[in-house]
């Protein structure tokens, strides 16, 4: 089990690799970049970026223990046909119109160099903050058996905590990996990790990627 809480995970002590997926929200450049569409927006994307070794280290024992690795990437079509009336006067607003920011097209998609993306693992891209909406997502893990999610990427309040959310309503059973997990506001990340934990563990449970880690590596031991 992996120390959490308010509770340890999963509920019943059984961890088991192959039911079990690391979800890494979002972690690209529009996101993480100095230059990106986080930072134009005039957020400080380092804190974003602080969580990148944590990351890391997390897909790398996921790997090893034999988890499935779904990376998800947010962005809309190069020639914007997917994107709404709103959602166009909402990119013009933010100054974007005549950019690739946000746009499948564009560097800032990308996943950072600093994350390894195996061949084995899957990428989910999507138009909408939760990985589910619009996505093939719900399709894989139940064709893959998952039942259990490891949820670690950016951010924390949106894109994370709407994908965890609907995770929770399809009956998934979820981990959020708090110092896995960041937002540009500080206060709406402590919140959103807070959120996880209230009426006892409504949206599953909360660990630190030390715990994490920990668990995983004993499970890679036993697969050896």
Not at 74 to 93: I, S
Not at 106 to 111: L, N, S
Not at 137 to 152: N, Q, S, W, Y
Not at 204 to 224: C, E, K, P, Q
Request: glycine share 6%.
């Amino acid at each position: 089990m992996i120390k959490a809480i308010p509770f340890d995970f999963p509920y019943d002590g059984r961890l088991e690799p192959q039911h079990t997926a690391l979800l890494a929200i979002d972690l690209q450049e529009d996101f993480l970049s100095p230059t990106g569409y986080f930072a134009r927006k005039g957020y400080d994307p380092s804190p974003l970026r602080a969580i990148l070794p944590a990351a890391s280290r997390l897909i790398a024992a996921a790997r090893a223990a034999g988890l499935t690795i779904i990376h998800t990437r947010q962005g809309y079509r190069a020639d914007m046909a997917d994107m709404t009336p709103y959602e166009r006067w909402r990119r013009k607003r933010a100054g974007l119109d005549g950019t690739d920011v946000l746009l499948r097209s564009g560097p800032g998609f990308q996943i950072v160099s600093d994350i390894e993306v195996a061949p084995g693992d899957i990428i989910i891209d999507k138009t909408c903050n939760s990985a589910f909406t619009y996505t093939d997502l719900e399709l894989i893990l139940r064709a893959r058996g998952i039942t259990h999610l490891l949820f670690t990427g950016c951010t924390t309040d949106v894109c994370v905590h709407t994908t965890l959310r609907e995770a929770c309503d399809r009956n998934f059973q979820c981990l959020t990996i708090s110092d896995a997990c960041a937002s540009g506001d500080q206060y709406a990340h402590e919140a959103a990790l807070h959120m996880v934990t209230v009426e006892d563990g409504v949206f599953g449970a909360l660990a630190d990627s030390a715990a994490v880690i920990s668990a995983l590596a004993r499970l890679a031991v036993v697969a050896s």
